[in-house]
C-alpha cells in the first residue's frame, strides 16, 4: 500500500472517529433541550416558584464543554419563544450560565461545598440579578417573582426596584441551588467512562494530554497572542456590524413606528370628523351638552377613542384668531376635557401653522412637547355642506409610547446581539484553539523541547514532532509537514556531522599523541610518560570535581580540553639537545637552565599553532600545561616564579601527575620509589609545591592511581 493510500485511510478513519464524536455532540445537545423543557414542564404541573429551565444548559456544559452548554441554552431559549415572545431577551442569561458551569467544571468547584455554594451564588448573580434589568428596561415584560417582590414592598424595608431585585435574587437562589443539585446528582450517577464519552472537542492532531494543554494556555507571547488577535479582530467586526445594523435597524424602526401611528391618527381623526355635524358647530359651541345631539356626537367619540388603546387625546377645536375655540374635549383618567366654547391658547409649536388652521387648510402631522407632553397630534378638516372648513377634528398619540417601543426594540436588538455575539465567539474561539493554537503552539513546544545532544534524543525528538499528526487540511498542516522533512532531514545531517566531528577528533588526539610520542622518543627516561599523566590528570579531575572544589571552573568541557592537551605538556623538549635530555648524570646549571626552557619554548610552538586555528580551546589549555606545569605553590618553581591560584588550574594538576609519574617510574638516572615514597613526598609538597586541594583529591583517588600505574607496569 503506497504512503498516499496510508495517509488517505488514516485521514478517513480520522474523520469517522470525528464524525461520530460531533454525532455524539449534536445528541447531546439535543438531550440537554429536552432536559430543559422536561423540567419546565414539572414545574408547570407542580406549580412549584421556581423555573428548572437551566438543568440541561448546566448538566450539558459539565459534560459536553462551554460550546454545546451554550448552544443548549440558545436553542431552549429560542424554542420557547415560540410559546413566549419575552424568552428570546433571556437568551443571553442562559448562555452566560452555560459558560459560568463549564469554568466551574473545569476548575473542581463541584468537588467541594463551599465552592457549590459560590457557584450557585454566581448563577443566581446572572439570573437573578441580571435578569431583574430586563422587565426594567422592557415593557409589556412581567416580573414572574411578584407577589414575593410585593412583600418585601411591603414590609416598607425596600423600595420597588430593591424589593423586585431581592424577590428575583431570592428565588433564583433556590432555582439554581435545586438544579444544581439535580446535576450534581446526574453526574454522580453516570460513570466516568460514559461522561468521557461526551467530550466535546475538535482535535486537528493527535490529542494533548492535560499537562500538554495546560503548558500551551499559558504559553505567553511577547505582545499578544494570535488568538487573541484573532477574537479582537472579530469582536471589532461583530461589534461594527451590530452598531451599523442597529443604528440603521433603529432608524427603519422607528420610521416605521411612526407611519404606523401617524396613519393610525390619521384614521381616528377623520372618522371623528365623519361623526360631527359641521353645521351645528356653532350651536355645540355656543350651547355645549345643551345643543341637539351634541351628547350624542360625544358617545361617539369617546367610542372612537376606545376602539384603539394608541390615542391619548381626542378633541374638535374651531381655530379663531385669539385661539382655538373648543368644540369636543374628551376626558381622560388623568385629565379632564376643556368645556365647550372655552378658548385654548395656541401651543409655540403650532405657531408656523396658525395661518393654514385659519384659512381651513391642512396640516402635515405635527410633533409638540408642549403644554399636554410630547405628542403626535393629528388635524383633519371638518368641513360643513358647502365645502367649508368649520372645525378641525384632532388625534395626539403620546410620544412616550412610541419611545417605549423603540427602547423595546433596542434592547430586544442588544440581547439578541448579545446572544448571538457570545455563540459566534464561543465558535470562533473553539475553531481557532483546535485549528490553530493547539496545532501552532503544539509544534512550537516540540521544537522547543527537541535535543541534539545524543542520536537516541534526536530521533525521539524528531518522532515526538511526527506524532502530532497535524492534519488541519490548511496552510497550517503544510508547514507541519515542512517542519517534519525538516527535523528529519537535520538529524541526518547532524548525525553526519557528529560522526565526522569524533572522526576528526579522534584524528587529532592521535596526531597528539603522535606528535607528543615524537618528542618522548628523543627522551629515552620517559617510556609511557604523557599517557600515564593524562590518565592521572583525568582522574584527579574527576575527583576534585566530586569533592566540590573549583566548581565553577571544572566543566565536563574543561576536564576534557585539559586531558585531550596533557601530552603536550612537554612538546617543548624537542628543542633540548639530545646531550641534555638523554644526559644520564646531574645536569650542570647551565644545561639545567636551558632543560628549564623547554616550559617556555612549549608555550611559544602551541602559541603559533594557535594564531593558525584560534577557535581551537583546547589548545589553550595546552599552552597552559606546557608554560606552567613547573610552577610551585610559594612560588619557587619556574619559568616566571608565580605561585597559588596565579598558576593555571591546569598545570596544578598536572604538576602532581608529573612529579609522581616521575618518581614511581625508572630513569637512567635512578631507580624507581616505591608507591608509598612517592606518596609520601606528594604529600609533603602539599602548600609548597603543590595546590593543596590538588593533592587532597590526589590522595583520595590512590586506588585509581595505583591501579594505573601498574597497568602500564605490566605493559612493559
Request: net charge negative; hydrophobic share 45%; glycine share 6%.
Amino acid at each position: 500500500m503506497g504512503i498516499i493510500e496510508r495517509d488517505g485511510q488514516m485521514i478517513n478513519q480520522r474523520g469517522s472517529i470525528q464524525g461520530r464524536k460531533n454525532l455524539t455532540a449534536f445528541f447531546l445537545c439535543l438531550m440537554g433541550v429536552l432536559i430543559n423543557f422536561i423540567f419546565v414542564k414539572v414545574v408547570e404541573v407542580t406549580g412549584a416558584p421556581i423555573y428548572l429551565d437551566t438543568v440541561g444548559t448546566i448538566l450539558v456544559s459539565v459534560f459536553g464543554g462551554y460550546l454545546p452548554g451554550i448552544f443548549v441554552g440558545f436553542l431552549t431559549n429560542i424554542v420557547k419563544c415560540i410559546f413566549d415572545p419575552s424568552s428570546l431577551y433571556y437568551g443571553i442569561l442562559n448562555i452566560l450560565i452555560a459558560l459560568a458551569a463549564n469554568f466551574f467544571a473545569k476548575h473542581g468547584w463541584f468537588k467541594k461545598p463551599h465552592k457549590i455554594i459560590m457557584a450557585v451564588i454566581c448563577f443566581s448573580a446572572i439570573g437573578g440579578g441580571l435578569g431583574t434589568l430586563i422587565p426594567w428596561f422592557l415593557d409589556g415584560v412581567g416580573f414572574d417573582t411578584a407577589p414575593l417582590g410585593e412583600k418585601l414592598y411591603n414590609t416598607g424595608l425596600f423600595g420597588i426596584a430593591a424589593s423586585q431585585l431581592a424577590a428575583n435574587l431570592i428565588i433564583d437562589f433556590i432555582d439554581k441551588a435545586v438544579s444544581l443539585f439535580i446535576v450534581l446528582l446526574i453526574s454522580w450517577l453516570v460513570p466516568d467512562k460514559i461522561k468521557k464519552m461526551f467530550g466535546f472537542y475538535s482535535w486537528k492532531q493527535n490529542p494533548l494530554s492535560d499537562e500538554e494543554v495546560t503548558v500551551v494556555h499559558k504559553s505567553k507571547s511577547r505582545v499578544v497572542s494570535l488568538q487573541t488577535k484573532i477574537l479582537l479582530v472579530l469582536t471589532v467586526a461583530l461589534f461594527l456590524i451590530a452598531i451599523a445594523s442597529t443604528a440603521i435597524s433603529s432608524i427603519l424602526y422607528r420610521n416605521e413606528l411612526l407611519g404606523d401611528y401617524t396613519r393610525t391618527a390619521e384614521g381616528i381623526a377623520s372618522l371623528a370628523a365623519t361623526v360631527i355635524d359641521a353645521d351645528a358647530v356653532d350651536d355645540y359651541i355656543a350651547q355645549g351638552e345643551s345643543a341637539p345631539g351634541y351628547t350624542d356626537v360625544q358617545r361617539r367619540l369617546y367610542n372612537i377613542r376606545e376602539s384603539t388603546s394608541d390615542i391619548e387625546y381626542i378633541y374638535v377645536y374651531k381655530i379663531e384668531d385669539d385661539g382655538c375655540h373648543v368644540v369636543f374635549d374628551l376626558d381622560t383618567d388623568e385629565l379632564e376635557g376643556a368645556a365647550a366654547g372655552d378658548i385654548i391658547p395656541f401651543d409655540e409649536s403650532f405657531s408656523p401653522y396658525i395661518s393654514t388652521l385659519l384659512s381651513g387648510g391642512e396640516i402635515d402631522p405635527i410633533i409638540s412637547n408642549d403644554t399636554y407632553g410630547y405628542l403626535l397630534t393629528v388635524y383633519t378638516p371638518v368641513r360643513d355642506s358647502h365645502g367649508n372648513c368649520v372645525c378641525y377634528a384632532a388625534a395626539d398619540i403620546s410620544m412616550e409610547r412610541i419611545i417605549s417601543n423603540e427602547r423595546n426594540f433596542l434592547v430586544e436588538m442588544i440581547s439578541l446581539f448579545l446572544s448571538i455575539y457570545v455563540l459566534i465567539l464561543a465558535v470562533a474561539w473553539h475553531l481557532v484553539e483546535y485549528h490553530i493554537i493547539f496545532p501552532v503552539n503544539s509544534m512550537s513546544l516540540k521544537a522547543r523541547a527537541f535535543a541534539y545532544n545524543s542520536e537516541e534524543a534526536r530521533e525521539n525528538s524528531v518522532e515526538g514532532i511526527k506524532t502530532l499528526d497535524i492534519h488541519t487540511g490548511d496552510e497550517i498542516e503544510h508547514l507541519y509537514h515542512a517542519i517534519v522533512k525538516t527535523s528529519d532531514d537535520s538529524m541526518r545531517y547532524v548525525t553526519d556531522i557528529q560522526q565526522k566531528t569524533e572522526t576528526i577528533s579522534k584524528m587529532q588526539k592521535a596526531l597528539i599523541i603522535v606528535l607528543a610520542d615524537m618528542v618522548e622518543s628523543r627522551d629515552k627516561n620517559t617510556g609511557d610518560h604523557i599517557r600515564k599523566t593524562a590518565a592521572y590528570t583525568e582522574i584527579i579531575l574527576s575527583k576534585m570535581r566530586s569533592k566540590g572544589y573549583y566548581e565553577e571552573e571544572l566543566s565536563d568541557e574543561f576536564i576534557y580540553n585539559v586531558v585531550s592537551s596533557a601530552p603536550l605538556h612537554d612538546i617543548g623538549k624537542i628543542q633540548v639537545p639530545d646531550s641534555i635530555l638523554n644526559k644520564p648524570g646531574r645536569l650542570t646549571d647551565e644545561e639545567f637552565e636551558k632543560m628549564k626552557s623547554h616550559t617556555t619554548a612549549g608555550s611559544d610552538i602551541i602559541a603559533q599553532v594557535i594564531s593558525e586555528v584560534p577557535d581551537s580551546v583546547y589548545l589553550n589549555e595546552a599552552k597552559a600545561l606546557a608554560e606552567f606545569h613547573h610552577e610551585k605553590w610559594d612560588g619557587s618553581g619556574y619559568p616566571h616564579g608565580i605561585s597559588g591560584e596565579e598558576i593555571p588550574l591546569s598545570a596544578r594538576v598536572m604538576a602532581v601527575a608529573d612529579v609522581f609519574d616521575a618518581l614511581v617510574s625508572r630513569r637512567s638516572y635512578k631507580e624507581p620509589f616505591s608507591y608509598e615514597k612517592a606518596i609520601s613526598i606528594i604529600c609533603e609538597g602539599s602548600g609548597k609545591h603543590f595546590d593543596p586541594k590538588v593533592v587532597d583529591a590526589f590522595l583520595s583517588a590512590e586506588e585509581e592511581i595505583r591501579s594505573v600505574a601498574e597497568r602500564f607496569d605490566h605493559m612493559n
